[in-house]
């Protein structure tokens, strides 16, 4: 135990559209912390709260014909009831629009004005002449000046992911109406974030945590460490000091929403904000990895200029996929945690566990259905399930609970060294070795009971059989208090099936180690239901139908484009490759593998031709291809282009005459 007052907190859903599973990689593990060392003993107060301000939230709601404060209450309401039925449990769940936030955020800004750390300059701004206002952040699109390319005005988020002033952004083009935008002055304010390098070499440094946080966060403070505009043109926002025309960016209000959100918390319960912030509480921050750069760079220096505390660790998460593509709303690849699983009938318990227990916490997550399926039904079901099962039926059958006596040494130590593991995983930020740690706990039980056969030996050897089940019981319960963290419901159905009328969580995670008591027991029901195949292929079909609606939408929208520039067309590489080899994907009766020669190097594609063309007839063929077009994986298969066909019979585009591979179509 730390001794020290502990404040958790997770990264702010953002209010302009409902909670993925990709939200939920940060807060699942960031409950089960939370859980698991309030059962050590450990003092945690768990805050979280909605993010309501920024222009994405502006034009949603001008699109609705809402309010921004309209939608971000709507979100807000929405994060709050689906993390609930994620059993994911909050002491405190805030708006950063509430008057809380407003209040701090001023008076942090007027902290960092007072000293010395803000200053006023007039910079060039994308301005649009048909809306007739200033663009801030993602009200414009354009190129980013660093790589090239299409960025929003924020941030270069389609390619090298730098954070993006205003008026940086080059070609700025306005997202409301699409007219291009020029550049005209107006003052605004900085942070003077340049004079904290050295203080963030020194804090990251003994920031603990993930790795991949720190490192990523030292890597840009030694590369570049820029001042950072910190106002912007908005009327949604909180305002910033002693200007009515001025917001503060939504990345300064956001993070003090953790502060507030923990004064409106001491508030409520009669404790004092100042000792998390202020004193010597810990902090730790749980977000995903996209946002590293604000945790681990402007927020400390944010807090350190103003006169606060800052952070004890930042836990990063990876990134998730869905069917080994990546997260798209727009192109379909989501699964949505309420429609999608809660809504479907499914337990928010197994979520839980395979986001928990699918990799190590900072690798990318893929997530697929088959393998939820497969994990649910061979760990959860099969193992842990199953153990449960056996052991409570026999015991209730043969004894009518649980039989006097005590479990023998070796059971005990087998639970000491499991909850060993388990600490030393948890303050890691392990999570996935500490769920398998559970895990082998239960494949020790089932291992047990069968070697044993305690059903064989209450035949002949009854106080034999009993000792096996004493010893079983004994794991039983010590399965049923450390998997409360992972999977909260099925740890309670599990403790009141041992007989207990309270709760589990209330009791200790060393309590694994006390001598199960005597008595009766109620009659047991199986733990859990095994996902069937025929609901997969519903849940898959779900899936399969928004992506094939988003490519839809997509067609659609480019069939409506009549014109291009001859900058369109030319960001196209078209060129001829020659057909080395060709072969059928297994499993796929569409798809063909094709190898294809560009002169200088050789290519993968998988089209969709196999219909037309039989693998031997194109072997030596010439055709024309896309050779810039972004690889993607194709039936787990990548594809480096795109060969082109014409009409519905993938008629292929051929040169008339001989022409060289790798040759330039103009």
């Known amino acids: 135990m730390s001794g020290k007052p502990l404040l958790v907190t997770c990264g702010l859903p953002y209010t302009n559209g409902p909670c993925h599973l990709g939200h939920l990689r940060t807060y699942v593990p960031a409950d089960f912390y939370v859980r698991y060392l309030r059962r050590c003993g450990e003092d945690v107060v768990f805050i979280c709260g909605s993010d309501n301000h920024g222009t994405p939230i502006v034009i949603s709601a001008e699109q609705e014909g809402a309010t921004p404060r309209v939608l971000a209450e709507r979100y807000h309401a929405h994060f709050d009831e689906t993390f609930k039925r994620m059993e994911i449990s909050f002491d405190h769940f805030g708006m950063t629009d509430d008057a809380a936030n407003h209040r701090r955020a001023q008076s942090m800004v007027q902290a960092l004005i007072d000293n010395g750390y803000v200053y006023s300059q007039t910079i060039q701004q994308s301005f649009c002449t048909k809306c007739n206002r200033f663009l801030p952040d993602r009200y414009v699109e354009g190129i980013c000046p660093y790589c090239g390319a299409s960025a929003r005005g924020d941030e270069c988020d389609r390619g090298c992911g730098r954070h993006l002033e205003p008026g940086e952004i080059k070609n700025p083009v306005c997202k409301v109406c699409g007219s291009p935008a020029e550049m005209r002055e107006q003052e605004h304010f900085f942070f003077k974030l340049g004079e904290f390098k050295d203080f963030l070499l020194t804090y990251l440094d003994g920031l603990s ?145 395979y986001l928990l227990s699918y990799t190590s916490h900072t690798k990318e997550l893929n997530f697929s259905w088959r393998i939820f399926q497969e994990r649910v039904n061979s760990e959860i079901v099969n193992t842990l399930g199953n153990f449960f099962y056996r052991t409570l039926h026999f015991a209730h059958k043969f004894f009518g609970g649980v039989p006097p006596g005590q479990a023998d040494p070796e059971v005990l130590s087998e639970i000491g060294r499991c909850l060993e593991g388990l600490d030393v995983s948890v303050r890691e930020y392990e999570f996935k070795n500490a769920v398998d740690s559970m895990m082998a706990l239960a494949a020790y039980g089932n291992t047990y009971i069968q070697n044993n056969a ?127 080899s060709a072969e059928a994907v297994k499993g796929s009766k569409k798809l063909l593998r094709i190898m294809v020669d560009l002169g200088d190097e050789q290519r ?36 480096q282009g795109m060969i082109l066909a014409a009409g519905d019979a993938a008629s292929l585009l051929m040169p008339l005459r001989d022409v060289a591979p790798g040759t330039k179509i103009r």
């Open 454 to 580: 305690p059903w064989k030996l209450v035949k002949t050897d009854r106080a034999a059989a009993e000792q096996v089940i004493i010893n079983c019981l004994q794991i039983a319960r010590a399965l049923a208090l450390i998997i409360e963290p992972v999977m909260p419901d099925a740890a309670g159905r599990a403790w009141a099936m041992l007989g207990y009328a309270d709760n589990v969580s209330a009791h200790r995670v060393d309590e694994a180690l006390e001598l199960v008591q005597s008595g009766p027991l109620p009659a047991p029901e199986p733990l859990f239901a095994k996902i069937e195949d025929d609901k997969v292929a519903e849940l898959e079909k779900i899936l399969e139908k928004r992506v094939s609606e988003a490519r839809m939408k997509e067609m659609k929208a480019a069939e409506e484009t009549s014109e291009i520039s001859i900058d369109d067309f030319a960001a196209m590489d078209l060129r001829v490759a020659r057909v080395v």
């Open 604 to 639: 993968q594609v998988v089209s969709g031709i196999a219909t037309f063309y039989s693998p031997e007839e194109l072997v030596g063929k010439s055709v024309v291809m896309i050779v810039n077009l972004k690889p993607a994986k194709i039936f787990g298969i990548e594809s």
């Open 209 to 353: 945590g993930t790795s991949n946080a720190r490192n990523y966060a030292i890597g840009w403070v030694k590369d570049e460490l820029h001042d950072w505009c910190i106002t912007r043109t908005l009327d949604w926002g909180v305002k910033f000091p002693g200007r009515n025309d001025l917001v503060v960016y939504v990345w300064v209000d956001a993070p003090i929403g953790y502060i507030s959100f923990t004064e409106e918390w001491a508030a409520k319960t009669g404790n004092d904000w100042k000792c998390y912030w202020c004193g010597e509480g810990e902090v730790t921050h749980f977000i995903g990895s996209d946002i590293i750069y604000h945790h681990c760079i402007f927020w400390p220096a944010l807090l350190h200029g103003a006169g606060y505390g800052t952070p004890h660790a930042v836990v990063a998460s990876g990134m998730v996929k869905f069917e080994d593509q990546k997260f798209s709303k727009s192109r379909g690849y989501v699964v949505w945690t309420n429609d999608d699983y809660l809504d479907q009938g499914l337990p928010a318990d197994y979520l839980r566990y």
